[in-house]
């Protein structure tokens, strides 16, 4: 069964770094894009970054381009975020997300786009 895994939440300050993983699991067969979207309070859930498995090639949402990383292991079953500077804004809960129907090309893409999802993990930022 295909499971992704989500990894790294937790309590962070402003200013502060945060990285979080996602493992998958149970796929048979190579993945074509894997994302990191994130849902805050009130709000509708957001494409953070997203990886293409293949290559390597990497989007942003454009509410975060410059203050985050998006990578994959060289197995390409793990995906990393890492935000550099940790703002309030984002204080969310966290999803990983995967397709093996066509590799997005244009951006991020939409929560429609991938078929797999992980449980989430909740980020908090506090001082």
């Known amino acids: 069964q295909v499971q992704l895994v989500e990894s790294g939440g937790g309590s962070v300050q402003p200013g502060g770094s945060l990285s979080l993983a996602c493992t998958a699991s149970?796929?048979?067969?190579?993945?074509?894009?894997m994302a990191w979207f994130r849902q805050r309070p009130g709000q509708e859930r957001e494409g953070v970054a997203s990886?293409?498995?293949?290559?390597?090639?990497?989007y942003y949402g454009d509410s975060v381009k410059g203050r985050l990383t998006i990578s994959q292991d060289d197995t390409k079953n793990t995906i990393y975020l890492q935000i550099h500077v940790v703002k309030p804004e984002d204080a969310a809960m966290y999803y990983c997300?995967?397709?093996?129907?066509?590799?997005?090309?244009?951006?991020?893409?939409?929560?429609?786009?991938?078929?797999?999802w992980g449980q989430g993990t909740r980020v908090v930022v506090s001082s």
């Open positions: 997300a995967a397709t093996q129907l066509g590799t997005i090309v244009i951006g991020v893409g939409v929560e429609a786009s991938y078929e797999y």
């Open positions: 990886i293409t498995s293949e290559t390597g090639r990497t």
């Open positions: 149970g796929f048979t067969g190579s993945t074509k894009s």
